[in-house]
């Protein structure tokens, strides 16, 4: 593995983003042309992945090198570099593998549409700065990818611009991550202020000697890592900041996919895997895992209720990645990539069969206008079955092996967390099954007209799904085979700070705990069977608690009342209009108003008449005299 | 003489076009562009001939002028480069923005801008305090008539407001001046002047208040609002661009290394103001109806962040506020272009009378959104590394609490709120069926454009080569202003004594060191 490899793996989607960017008037004759480029760029960065990981799989020492100093002067030096070991070979492997099937797979879903090559430009834009967040090998590089993937993420949830709902959840994504991006922004500061550097090797030995500045006394590291954790709870949507991406599904359903799936909101998950020496010293891991857990459970329960298909998915991967930050939480942390792999496949495979779903129905989201669509989408149907079988836990699918891992260890760090996730993975089972027993069993209840045109989608469509598939539901046993002596955690045991894993040590009986889970997940089955097989969800809430969980806890509601508004009327009526145009001006002018008013009090003493002048003058000389004369 | 010659080189395009105006108005126009940018190529031999490697200035002239200690001396170093460059870069582009946007007095409009440049450009450039003072007031000139003739309908009242706050500020400066010059010898020489000074507190606000008002530190800045809005589109960009960098020049120029006791004493206060007006300008911001309001209080924002930097102590904020000078002169320099190519279009600036704008300029679409971009700090653009150096530097910089940092930082939020929300209302959503008719950007507005985008990429990937010509420059006030506790004992030590021998005797000293360095 070279340094040059590196630099064409991640220059590679810069060009086709590029070619599309810029070429994009004359390439809009030829939309294939656009779509086959900006495939053909991740292919070649898929390529580049493929042979960095096959030479550390074999051996190879990880690559750590500096490029060029970015920001440098006197006492602070913020460089451009590269660092390849285990943890980025798996994360580049996901980003440019499923990046790669997603791109074919537009080439068909974005057919016709108006804005095909900038759809590519931007997808191509969204590899490369996700590349740059996996290859840093330093914070600032770290975070100029994950503001990228940021602006990525904006202009492809509002890609259709002129859709007020598409750009204002554009926005929302954008700001809500920039609250995130605050935390991270000072946890990076104080890493600075402590270390006087942002580099990972420097920072990780540092930190294990114990030789650093200590900024905030013996908390330093405990607030520096609660303020990167602040990031990653804006970037991987978790409470209170995950209300942006239920929203982002305005964007193209490729899109959906590819960021708010498998790569982007994962971001956090690998900020803190990455950060695992810094976590093990500051122990502030169980935070991290407490809000991954109710995260988790809050968001399995607003799916519960969801109608819309796409919100599902999107609530549902806010809950998965609520498991993946129990997972490095506990410390865990292979574990919590591990689920992040699995995920990335079965729910990329999820969202792509969702569009597929949307590509037949006219762009149909609403489930209750669904049903019996297995017959006349088959490959679409039982491909979703997998993904769905393997976000449950079904036995040996991929899902059951990661989440089982975490299940486990988290039993290792607290029962109580074990105990929520289990419920989870429950209600997990039971939303997925109800989406798909309403979507595709029972009697259709497709509109007529949209009836007559249902077919299967194209083969540039379903050849992603199938490839996807495939690994959703094999990728597990061929990773996860022996729990925690498995391949991937052998493979991913060099990764700083992940073989000090604290988790529970193989506490208790292995299989139990597959059987317990696995029990579960067949429960959450079975019991969706018997609710939504014959029936449809109804229009209307019944009881309190369905109507608080369809309206998804009113938390949109609640943030709009207590900050939205009134810091909108606040910088209008009391800044604006109070502060600036009413106090600051109103001096201003006034001072100016003043001195008129004293200039037209003194003009009346100038009178133009000469007795006037010779009679102040007089009265002037004698009180001059006056004073000299008596009061000195 | 090269420093002279781009000083005063447009000064020369002035006379030029009074004397040539009847040639019309293409002549006008083609003199003026051409002394812009042959300005603009000469001021380059600045930066090739600048040596980096030392903190003193170069390129030195220095002639007497007026007997009784007022000289001719100018020069640069890497403090003023940038902002010599910025001014060169910027004026030539106003030039050929404003081609087709002056309808009446065309020559008159050319010749206040070229006028103008003269003055900023002497402003950065001078070395002496009488000097200094003389292109600081008389750039007022053709500011006042850029506004004030070719403004919008309250021309009057904006244009009036701008040079009465700005001479009160000044008429507090130049106490200052003369202050100095009776503790320098009777010398108005900046080169020689050293403290500490007697009164230096008093001093120091006395320069401070005139540049605060400039920059425009809250709460002096509501002659800005007024001010950008009536100017017509390049009067803003060389007020954005240009003036208030004059405001945060004057303060690294003057206050910091002159009075770097005061300096510390006011940093609680000033820091306070700063970080005020971060958050209060991106709010204000946000709710404004007139785009070039909302810009113009983002500048009040963007330039909170400048004077945090200044004052912070470390020599990465100082820098980071040098860099961010430059990039809020070309970011909210090209917002201002942007807004402006609109108005010629549409003739209005309310946002309420927009939308939709992407599908029917596309390529005003895109070169709005980097700029948008650049204003919000992304990474990868120029605005993020000027932010980011000065956020970690008051972080790192010991001069004030980390509390002023973290409210700074939230800043960076409100950023993203204001811009990107300005930017969906106005080029997303449906396109209303007034603004259907309205033409992308012609050839002359992507040249305008262009230099522009090209440097807040290339401060953005690769600020090297604009960080290490201001690295010494810089370090120079980071020394002085570090070694503040030593200084306030000789200051009180000097205090205690009897305040006229104590003068006497710096005076002395000063002068014997005067004789000695003039030895050498």
Not at chain 1, 598 to 623: A, D, F, K, P, W
Not at chain 2, 322 to 331: A, E, I, P
Request: hydrophobic letters at 55%; a neutral charge; charged letters at 10%.
């Amino acid at each position: 593995m070279s340094k040059e490899l590196i630099v064409v793996l991640l220059v590679a989607p810069l060009v086709g983003f590029l070619i599309n960017g810029l070429f994009g008037k004359w390439l809009k004759g030829n939309e294939k042309l656009s779509g086959w480029i900006g495939a053909l760029a991740v292919l070649v960065s898929l390529v580049c992945s493929i042979i960095a990981f096959t030479s550390l799989n074999s051996g190879a020492a990880p690559l750590d090198e500096t490029l060029y100093g970015w920001i440098t002067g006197e006492g602070f030096a913020f460089n451009i570099g590269f660092r390849v070991d285990a943890l980025t070979a798996v994360m580049l492997l996901v980003i440019t593998g499923v990046g790669f099937l997603i791109h074919v797979y537009s080439i068909g879903y974005m057919h016709g549409d108006e804005g095909y090559t900038r759809y590519f430009a931007y997808l191509n834009l969204f590899v490369f700065a996700m590349l740059i967040l996996v290859l840093g090998n330093n914070y600032l590089m770290m975070f100029v990818g994950w503001e990228g993937v940021g602006l990525c993420s904006y202009l492809l949830i509002g890609f259709w611009y002129e859709k007020q709902s598409a750009t204002d959840a554009g926005k929302k994504a954008f700001i809500v991550n920039r609250i995130g991006d605050f935390g991270f922004l000072l946890g990076m500061f104080t890493l600075f202020a402590a270390f006087g550097t942002l580099d990972f090797t420097t920072i990780f030995d540092a930190a294990e000697a114990g030789n650093f500045q200590q900024v905030f006394g013996a908390s330093t590291l405990v607030i520096a890592t609660l303020l990167l954790f602040v990031g990653a709870i804006g970037k991987s949507a978790q409470i209170p900041l995950y209300v942006w991406l239920p929203d982002a599904m305005e964007g193209p359903t490729p899109v959906s996919a590819l960021i708010h799936a498998a790569t982007m909101v994962t971001a956090g998950v690998y900020m803190i895997a990455r950060s695992a020496v810094l976590y093990n010293i500051a122990h502030t891991g169980e935070i991290v895992a407490w809000i991954g857990v109710l995260t988790a459970f809050f968001a399995a329960t607003i799916a519960l209720t969801q109608n819309d298909i796409k919100r599902i998915l999107a609530y549902s991967t806010v809950s998965q990645l609520g498991y993946m930050f129990v997972g490095v939480g506990v410390g865990a942390y292979a574990s919590g990539i591990f689920h992040l792999v699995t995920h990335a496949f079965f729910k990329g495979l999820m969202f792509l069969t969702a569009g597929s779903v949307m590509h037949a129905m006219a762009n149909e989201l609403d489930m209750r206008k669904m049903g019996g669509l297995k017959s006349k989408m088959p490959i679409t149907h039982w491909t979703f079955l997998v993904g769905a079988l393997a976000i449950a836990g079904f036995p040996f699918l991929s899902g059951f092996w990661s989440k089982d891992e975490i299940l486990h260890s988290a039993w290792g760090g607290s029962p109580l967390i074990y105990g929520i996730g289990l419920i989870t993975a429950f209600l997990t089972a039971f939303y997925m099954f109800r989406l798909i027993f309403v979507t595709f069993y029972g009697e259709s209840r497709v509109e007529p007209e949209v009836a007559s045109h249902l077919h299967e989608s194209p083969s540039v469509m379903w050849v992603p799904l199938v490839l996807l598939a495939i690994p959703s539901a094999l990728i597990g046993l061929l990773l996860g085979w022996g729990g925690h002596e498995s391949w991937f955690h052998h493979f991913t045991k060099a990764v700083a700070g992940f073989s000090s894993e604290a988790h529970g040590e193989a506490s208790g009986n292995v299989i139990l705990f597959m059987v317990i889970s696995s029990v579960v997940g067949l429960a959450g089955i079975a019991f969706a069977w018997t609710r939504y097989s014959k029936r449809v969800p109804s229009d209307e809430p019944t009881g309190a608690l369905h109507r608080l969980l369809a309206n998804k806890y009113y938390v949109d509601e609640v943030y709009n009342a207590l900050i939205v508004q009134p810091v909108k009327n606040g910088s209008h009526f009391l800044l604006w209009q109070l502060v600036d145009n009413g106090i600051i001006d109103g001096i201003v002018n006034g001072v100016a108003a003043l001195i008129r008013f004293v200039g037209g009090l003194l003009r009346r003493l100038q009178t133009g008449l000469v007795q006037v002048y010779i009679v102040s003058m007089v009265l002037g000389i004698v009180l001059f005299l006056a004073y000299y004369l008596f009061f000195t | 003489m090269l420093l002279s010659t781009v000083i005063f080189l447009p000064l020369l395009g002035v006379i030029a076009i009074a004397l040539l105006r009847g040639l019309g108005a293409t002549a006008v126009k083609g003199i003026a562009l051409g002394i812009g940018l042959l300005t603009f190529i000469i001021s380059l031999g600045l930066y090739t001939g600048f040596n980096a490697d030392t903190a003193t200035f170069q390129l030195v002239e220095q002639k007497n002028w007026i007997p009784g200690g007022v000289s001719y001396h100018i020069g640069v170093d890497g403090i003023s480069l940038w902002l010599v460059l910025l001014t060169t870069f910027l004026t030539p582009v106003c030039i050929l923005a404003a081609w087709n946007s002056v309808e009446k007095g065309l020559s008159g409009f050319m010749m206040s801008l070229l006028a103008l440049e003269t003055g900023m450009l002497g402003v950065f450039c001078a070395l002496d305090l009488f000097l200094f003072f003389v292109f600081w007031e008389s750039m007022l000139i053709p500011m006042y008539f850029l506004i004030g003739i070719w403004g919008g309908e309250r021309r009057i009242y904006a244009t009036v407001k701008f040079v009465l706050y700005t001479m009160a500020g000044s008429a507090l400066m130049l106490v200052g001046i003369l202050a100095l010059y009776f503790q320098n010898d009777n010398s108005f020489d900046l080169t020689t002047l050293s403290g500490p000074f007697e009164h230096s507190d008093l001093l120091f606000l006395a320069f401070f208040i005139a540049f605060a008002i400039k920059v425009p530190l809250f709460p002096f800045h509501t002659w800005l609002p007024d001010a950008h809005v009536e100017a017509p589109t390049v009067g803003s960009v060389i007020l954005a661009g240009v003036l208030l960098k004059m405001g945060t020049y004057g303060i690294i120029r003057f206050c910091l290394p002159l009075f770097p006791d005061a300096a510390e004493k006011f940093t609680p206060l000033i820091v306070t103001l700063a970080v005020i007006g971060i958050i209060y300008g991106a709010l204000v911001a946000m709710v404004q109806p007139d785009l070039k309001k909302l810009v113009a209080y983002s500048s009040v924002s963007h330039l909170g962040f400048v004077v945090l930097g200044l004052f912070s102590k470390s020599s990465a904020g100082i820098q980071g506020s040098m860099l961010q000078m430059v990039n809020h002169g070309l970011s909210t320099g090209a917002l201002f272009l942007l807004v402006g190519m609109i108005y010629e279009r549409r003739h209005s600036r309310m946002i309420v009378d927009f939308g939709g704008l992407s599908k029917r300029m596309p390529i005003f679409a895109t070169i709005f959104m980097i700029v948008t971009l650049s204003s919000i700090g992304l990474p990868g653009l120029n605005g993020f590394v000027g932010e980011y150096m000065i956020l970690a530097g008051s972080f790192v910089g010991q001069a004030f609490s980390k509390v002023y940092v973290v409210f700074a930082t939230a800043g960076v939020i409100l950023a993203a709120v204001y811009m990107l929300w300005m930017f969906q209302r106005v080029m997303f959503g449906t396109l209303d069926k007034t603004n259907e008719g309205l033409p992308d950007l012609n050839a002359r507005e992507i040249v305008v454009m262009l230099p522009i985008l090209l440097f807040i990429v290339w401060i953005g990937v690769y600020p090297k080569p604009f960080l290490s010509k201001m690295e010494k420059s810089v370090g120079v006030v980071v020394t002085k202003v570090q070694q503040t506790e030593p200084a306030m004992g000789q200051l009180e030590q000097q205090k205690s004594r009897d305040p006229k021998l104590a003068l006497q005797e710096t005076l002395r000293t000063q002068h014997e060191k005067r004789e000695k360095e003039a030895e050498q």
